[in-house]
């Protein structure tokens, strides 16, 4: 009997066993997302100054 857990990025269930190699994740590109985000997170808090501002407005625009 193997156990599964989902996948913290996507929700997919996991095979938690050694074949499972980026377990918690699904996958390794879930893992990436998932520490991107975490890096993402530190550089806001650090990088408040160079929040590109600008470049967010221009994406809103964009979305019309
Ligand atoms: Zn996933």
Do not use: Y
């Not at 066993?17 to 996958?27: G, L, M, T, V």
């Not at 530190?42 to 990088?47: A, F, K, L, P, T």
């Amino acid at each position: 009997m193997s156990k599964t857990v989902k996948c913290p990025t996507c929700g997919k269930e996991v095979r938690w066993d050694s074949a499972s190699k980026w377990r918690p994740f699904c996958s390794e590109r879930c893992r990436l997302i998932d520490l991107g985000d975490w890096a993402n997170e530190s550089h806001r808090i650090e990088g408040n100054e160079t929040l590109p501002q600008e470049l967010i407005e221009q994406d809103k625009n964009n979305q019309h």
